[in-house]
Structures are given as C-alpha cells and as structure tokens.
C-alpha cells in the first residue's frame, strides 16, 4: 500500500498492508484530515516516526465479527490496554501503555489502509459524508471539555485561538449560553463564528 511516512523526513512510500493482531480491523481509509499535530510531529514534536494521521473515515475489510464488514466507521486515537489502574477508573485516554493513532506508538491514516480495536471504532450514519465524518475526531476532543469541567451560562469564557480546534470547542461553549469571546488571528476564520452569533475580536 501507500502511505505517507515520516522518518525525519516526509516521503510517499511503499509499506506492507498491515495485518490485524486478535482484537482490531483493517480500514480502508476513505478520507484522511489534517491536524496541526501532524504539522508540529514534523517539526519533531513526541518524537513520532512512521505513518502520520489520526482524523480519519473508512471502511471496514477485516475482523473477527463479521458484522462490522463493510461497516463505515471513525475511530478514537487512543488505544489503551484496559487492564491498568487508569483503565479499571475509565480514565482510558490517560493508560501508560496506551498507542496513539499517527502521534505515538502507532501507524496512522496516512495510509491506504490501517488497523484499530474493534472497541475504537465507531460507525458512520448514512447521512452523514465523508467531509463531515472526517471532524468527528476533533469534534470529540472539543466535547471532552465538558466531561472535565462544568461551563455554566452565567460563566464569562474567553477563548484564544482560530484555529480548527479553536472553532469547535468555541461552537461547544457557545451551546453552553455562556458569556463567550473567542480572540484570534484571522478574519476569515473568526467570520464563521460570527455567523453563528458568537462573538469574536480580531487581535
């Protein structure tokens, strides 16, 4: 297969189709996105070689049980081994002997194909593309706030940063009714939350 490595250099390769260990399919990959974390692993952030991507939408070709094939699906990036003190507390994305799609450990999307846990997938609706199902990765991160900490509508937010990440966690606060103002760098960016009435300013 193809796939886009990086070994402290980037270059379009010719690697192996993988093979899924007990536990995990082979993907297809359909679409892959690009993240600013991709962006900084070239500049050698984590150390990371191999095949980059994390944001991703595919199709099922491989696994145990049968009725995920064919299945279009996302994933979360985080695999973890679930037999830990972290796991046995769900703190799943905190395990030590975790593998991160694309960033540590672990081949990414950047690829024809790559494999995850069955228990990392999650399938795609019908009505749903491939163009939007490719955010559901940084869509979840956004949303994750709110697992940690409680926005409340009487709470003011300032939210810094235009950025992809930055535009989802500010739609996420926004549904909260707090008193929010995202601060960025780019007028283009900052206009498509202003559509959506959140407030913005140019800095």
Known sequence: MKALLYDGELKLSSKPRPKPPPGEALIRVSLAGI????????????GFQGVL???FVGIVEAAEEEGW???????????YCGECPLCRRGLFTHC??????????????????????????????EE?????????????????????IQVKPTDRVILLGDGK???LVAQVLALQGCDLLVVGHHAHKLEVLSKRGIATHLG
């Open 128 to 148: 749903i593309p491939d163009e939007d199902a490719v955010f559901v990765e940084p869509l979840a991160a956004a949303l994750e706030i709110l697992e940690r």
């Open 69 to 79: 094939l064919g299945e279009r699906v996302v994933g979360e990036i985080n695999c």
């Open 53 to 55: 991507g994390h944001e």
């Open 35 to 46: 993240c600013n974390t991709d962006l900084e692993i070239v500049k050698g952030y984590m």
């Open 96 to 125: 030590p002997e975790r593998t991160t799609l694309g960033i540590w450990g672990r081949d990414g999307a950047f690829a024809e194909y790559l494999t995850l846990p069955l228990a990392s997938l999650h399938p795609v609706p």
């Open 165 to 167: 990440l930055g535009l």
